[in-house]
Nanobody, 123 residues
Framework: QVQLVESGGGLVQAGGSLRLSCAASGGTFRRYDMGWFRQAPGKEREFVATISWSGGSTYYADSVKGRFTVSRDNSKNTLYLQMNSLKPEDTAVYYC????????????????WGQGTQVTVSS
């Protein structure tokens, strides 16, 4: 069993930056691929980014490519999402998740989920 807790969300102006963190406990963090998803009001949960267990491979949704950077520190059991050049359409609840699959981009490929953290970008 893995427990995930997101933090770092908040209110920022368009063009600003935020860094989200996801603290993991209760499992072997380094054995999991990790991902970020987001869900805006009235919309389905969508894939944002994923990173392999070693941190050597990353994959991003086209909507955030070039603006967001996913990273992990296995020594701290922590996943990060650096978000730059934020846009109002980035407003959503952001979730971190852990997967035993390879290059997981679908929600069903993830085994554990955090509670989410709100990111609001004003225009």
């Amino acid at each position: 069993q893995v427990q995930l807790v997101e933090s770092g969300g908040g209110l920022v102006q368009a063009g600003g930056s935020l860094r989200l963190s996801c603290a993991a406990s209760g499992g072997t963090f380094r054995r999991y691929d990790m991902g970020w998803f987001r869900q805006a009001p009235g919309k389905e949960r969508e894939f944002v980014a994923t990173i392999s267990w070693s941190g050597g491979s990353t994959y991003y949704a086209d909507s955030v490519k070039g603006r967001f950077t996913v990273s992990r520190d296995n020594s701290k059991n922590t996943l990060y999402l650096q978000m730059n050049s934020l846009k109002p359409e980035d407003t959503a609840v952001y979730y971190c998740a852990a997967s035993s699959a390879a290059r997981p981009t679908m929600t069903y490929e993830y085994d554990y989920w955090g509670q989410g953290t709100q990111v609001t970008v004003s225009s």
